[in-house]
């Protein structure tokens, strides 16, 4: 059983392991043809999604593959965690609003959000320098990218504007 709050150094942990998922880069056919390689879920023998426990989220935010990592947890009730969210280096905290957190679990809840996943879609990261956004939530983890063109799975779409609308997290770079 997972506590209901999380440890610093297991959300650290978390964001580390996130970090190496999100740094997935490689490059195919010569020095300028950059092609991400994709979450360690998508890949061909990958164990599988991570998730987070029900009811938590995870927003992980990168802007290109040397941008610093961002992250913001958010616990069941509300409470959330942002390390280096404005690109800052500085930690913040705060609660979302009873109708935040009703908005935020109904969408988790979502049984459409399962689809979404980054496992769901076969999703590869396409663009360079642009901020990737990745929600680690109970059904998996959901990869999207502010990139011209780019459409963002609606369920998490509306999880990614709640929070950043909520908390220092950003929607775009």
Known sequence: MVPASWSRLQALSLSALLAVVLAGCSVVGGDDDPVAAGTAAG???GGGAATASKGRVSLLQKVGADGPLRTLNVEPDGRWECVDCAGDGVTSTGVLGPEQVRRLQGLLADPGLTGE???????????????????????????????????RPPIANEILLLLTQATPAEVTS
């Open 117 to 151: 996943t980054d496992q769901a879609r076969q999703y590869r990261v396409s663009c360079i320098d642009s901020l990737t956004s990745s929600l680690l939530t109970s059904t998996g983890l959901i990869t999207s990218q502010d990139c011209p063109g780019e459409e």
């Open 43 to 45: 890949q061909p023998g």
